[in-house]
């Protein structure tokens, strides 16, 4: 593979599910332009999709994601990492047209393409898994650690008591 390939990932989805095929990628942080400042990849990306047969019957293909994100607690202000673990299915069909919206709400329709941005389709998803203001479930304590060492969540509470 180029070089120049390492930021694209598209595929001919006629081809692609015709030929029952199935490819996974390990991406980057730098293939995510739009996560933007509010969130970043904590490793990479591991991206399969899979040739599928839709409930309609039509070829489709199902994006798993596994990764980890790491963005800004809005209560704490210190980073929280959100993992992110999901599938999509999509159903390809020539014309979009032709489907009803029948209630499989677990697929989307979507035309043929000879060049699908698979990546773009991966971004998209992790942007759908990040909240819209992020929060640890429960916030560490200011000042609960000290030396790196993790301070018994015991001994913090004790510590409040006397301080305040
Ligand atoms: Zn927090």
């Not at 015709?18 to 990849?41: K, M, P, T, Y």
């Not at 959100?82 to 989307?108: H, K, R």
Request: aromatic share 6%.
């Amino acid at each position: 593979m180029a070089t120049s390939d390492l930021r694209t990932w598209r595929i001919d989805t006629r081809d692609f599910t015709g030929r029952g095929r199935e490819e996974s990628r390990i991406l980057g942080g730098e293939c995510f332009d739009r996560l933007g400042e509010d969130a970043h990849v904590v490793g990479a990306v591991e991206a399969t999709i899979a040739t599928v047969r839709s409930p309609r019957g039509k070829a489709g293909i199902r994006l798993s994601i596994v990764a980890a994100l790491e963005a800004q607690c809005q209560r704490c202000m210190q980073p929280v990492r959100l993992p992110v673990a999901t599938e999509e299915n999509i159903e390809f069909a020539a014309t979009v047209d032709g489907f009803a919206d029948d209630g499989l709400d677990q697929w989307d329709t979507l035309e043929h393409d000879g060049r699908f941005d698979v990546l773009q389709l991966v971004e998209d998803v992790l942007l759908l898994a990040l909240p819209v203001a992020p929060k640890h479930e429960q916030c560490e304590p200011q000042g609960a650690t000290y030396a790196g060492e993790k301070v018994l969540p015991f001994a913090a509470l004790a510590g409040w008591k006397g301080g305040r």
